[in-house]
């Protein structure tokens, strides 16, 4: 059916059936949704045949790029001899088991277990469970609170969601979950004090000292946190966040949960984003680059004095889901991961591709609409504004940012707009001339939005 179907009456019908996640529906109905048809490399082709060059990696994950037969063919023969079997009440299955040993692997010397999850935003609702869990094993059960920041994005199901500090997310349906506490975000561009960066940075970090004073440490369970925000708008900390953050968790002997859902996996030029800043979580969400989009699969990585607590127990963790480590998903996981080593990918991005973006990036910030231009590895972020004294933007938040990604993709680049920031994360396969390629189309719809708002 799908293959007879021309680009207007899949927008009809699109448009008529399908509720899509993070979405106006009304703007739907009146001006259509845009069809992604095939994929390649970095390449998109919409439903009318245009080529857009894929600057989100899907949504951060098509780590790998598009196109890969080998993670179509891994997928092929696991359904063919085991498409799929639970983990549940102690059964087990080649992926799985070799998925596990592979990211202990690859992820710091501390984790040596995973618990699968379909999702990111399961694996944040899982830690949720766990990390209250683990300190009720241990006599403690008062010690539920998790501490989040404002404007982190941690998923959309209930305790995901809860534990993100996106203030329209919590408006609907009676967020946040009880005992969810947020603190401020390092994003320096926006401070508007007169501390310098690296006093900044230590200045917000304070507050989690702060509040685990105010709540009363025998409250707290942990802090959550992604080590470079990735929806929030690619917001990178100052260089002093990290050290500091670190040592109040374990002054405190408050779980560090990492999420890694973007950066890991190479993003940051690092396997993890707990490499690049050098942090030992207890917990690692992941998902995304994991299996590069390919299939839907998350995980959480649970550190050993942890994972030591719960089969000491001699109890059941009463949790799990009917796709935990799906054969399957598994399977391509395994294959991605194994191209991610093989072709040196991570490695190439921190040494030749990540600097090559990141200097071409910079010299965006010449433009009069760009205020800052900022990033790291396969991450990039452009503060838009129309005034680069004031910092200001037009009068209606986001309108800046809606404008250049329109432009963006009218000029064949998928950026996406979070308010006026516009993001980029492409897939860490592309190459020089594909990053030349970026940028000129982002300096085109940079151009165009100038002639529309200066
Ligand atoms: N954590 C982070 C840091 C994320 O960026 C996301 C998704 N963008 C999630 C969790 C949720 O992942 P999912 O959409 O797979 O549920």
Redesign the pocket.
């Known amino acids: 059916m799908s293959a007879s179907l021309s680009a207007s009456e899949l927008k009809k019908l699109d448009a008529e059936h399908y509720l899509h996640p993070f979405s106006n529906y009304q703007e739907i109905k009146q001006k259509g949704s845009l069809v992604i048809k095939k994929a390649d490399g970095v390449w998109l082709w919409d439903a009318n045949g245009n080529q857009i060059l894929d600057g989100m990696a899907g949504?951060?994950c098509v780590n790998v790029g598009y196109g890969r037969r080998e993670l179509a063919d891994v997928a092929h023969a696991q359904m063919l001899e085991l498409p799929y079997y639970n983990s549940f009440f102690k059964t087990s299955h080649t992926p799985a088991i070799t998925l596990s040993k592979a990211l202990s692997e690859i992820t710091p010397p501390q984790f040596n277990h995973v618990f699968f999850t379909g999702?990111?935003?399961?694996?944040?609702d899982t830690i949720v469970r766990m990390v209250r869990q683990f300190w009720a094993l241990q006599g403690k059960p008062e010690k539920r609170t998790i501490i989040s920041r404002w404007n982190?994005?941690?998923?959309?199901?209930m305790a995901?969601a809860s534990l993100g500090g996106m203030k329209p997310m919590h408006q609907q349906g009676g967020l946040p979950i009880p005992e969810i506490e947020h603190i401020s975000q390092p994003f320096w561009y926006r401070y508007e004090g007169n501390l310098d960066e690296g006093e900044f940075g230590k200045s917000v970090a304070a507050e989690l000292e702060a509040k685990i004073n105010e709540l009363d440490v025998d409250k707290v369970a942990a802090f959550i946190a992604?080590p470079i925000?990735?929806?929030g708008g690619v917001i990178v900390p100052p260089e002093t966040y990290w050290p500091e953050i670190s040592r109040i968790c374990k002054e405190y002997g408050i779980c560090l949960i990492a999420?890694?859902?973007?950066?890991g996996f190479g993003r940051t030029g690092h396997w993890f984003g707990s490499d690049l800043y050098d942090l030992e979580p207890d917990f690692m969400?992941i998902?995304?680059g994991l299996s590069s989009g390919y299939l839907?699969i998350?995980g959480v990585m649970v550190s050993d004095r942890i994972a030591q607590v719960f089969v000491d127990s001699g109890s059941e963790f009463e949790h799990g889901y009917t796709y935990s480590g799906h054969p399957a998903a598994c399977a391509v996981a395994i294959e991605n991961i194994r191209i991610l080593r093989e072709e040196k990918i991570v490695e190439n991005v921190h040494d030749v591709t990540g600097p090559y973006l990141q200097s071409r990036w910079q010299e965006l910030a010449d433009h009069p609409l760009v205020g800052e231009a900022r990033g790291k590895g396969f991450f990039g972020a452009l503060e838009l504004v129309t005034d680069k004294a004031s910092k200001k933007a037009l009068e209606k938040p986001g309108a800046l940012g809606t404008i250049c990604r329109d432009h963006s993709i009218a000029s064949g680049l998928m950026m996406r707009s979070v308010g006026d920031s516009m993001i980029i994360s492409p897939p860490l396969v592309a190459t020089k001339s594909e990053i030349d390629e970026l940028i000129n189309r982002a300096s085109q719809a940079l151009n165009l939005t100038a002639k529309d708002v200066l």
Do not use: F, R
Request: glycine share 18%.
């Open positions: 949504l951060w999702s990111g935003s399961e694996s944040n982190a994005y941690h998923g959309s199901t995901g992604e925000q990735g929806a999420d890694e859902v973007i950066c969400p998902a995304k839907p998350g």
